[in-house]
């Protein structure tokens, strides 16, 4: 059955691509990272989140002045805005709770954008084969073996999962 096993890798990592291989060979679920953004990146956009936040707190501070200005001086006549400043305030109060934005290059969006959609091309590749290497591992089967996995009380859950590797552990 190794021998088997080792065939079927090899042959699986030809017609399907390296990663569902990998996933067979090793018996273990093949994770893809993510992109992520470089050191040089991820630095800048500290600074940037420093920057923008301490602008949000500035803000704040500056309509909460003009806010018990409004009130002091107009004895609450002025409803309109005062809240008018309360919204402002309250936006200020959300966006302080909001994640900041990454501040990109053209080239880095484009650079970022491409990686992205390479890690979903690769994530969706590897979905998709999943079930053609179950059929290919169920196909190499004799009817003996067949016939016994169909019997293992955890059959149900590994014919509709198509997951290789479930597959492999009614084998052995």
Do not use: F
Not at 10 to 27: F, R, S, T
Not at 58 to 84: F, H, M
Not at 115 to 141: D, F, P
């Amino acid at each position: 059955m190794r021998t088997t096993q080792e065939k079927i890798g090899q042959y699986v990592g030809i017609k399907y691509g390296e990663d569902i291989a990998n996933k067979l060979m090793n018996k273990a679920t093949v994770t893809i990272p993510p992109p992520v953004y470089s050191t040089a990146i991820l630095l800048r956009h500290q600074e940037w989140e420093r920057h923008v936040r301490k602008k949000q707190v500035n803000l704040r501070t500056a309509l909460d002045t003009k806010l018990a200005q409004l009130r002091s001086a107009s004895g609450n006549q002025d409803a309109v805005a005062i809240a008018e400043v309360k919204n402002q305030v309250d936006d200020i109060a959300y966006h302080q709770g909001q994640e900041v934005p990454y501040n990109l290059t053209d080239s880095e969006k484009l650079e970022y954008g491409n990686e992205s959609k390479a890690h979903s091309q690769r994530v969706a590749t590897l979905e998709k084969h999943r079930g053609n290497v179950y059929a290919l591992i169920y196909g190499q089967c004799t009817q003996i073996l067949q016939d016994k996995m169909k019997q293992d009380k955890n059959w149900a859950t590994v014919n509709v999962s198509y997951k290789p590797l479930e597959l492999y552990k009614l084998i052995e």
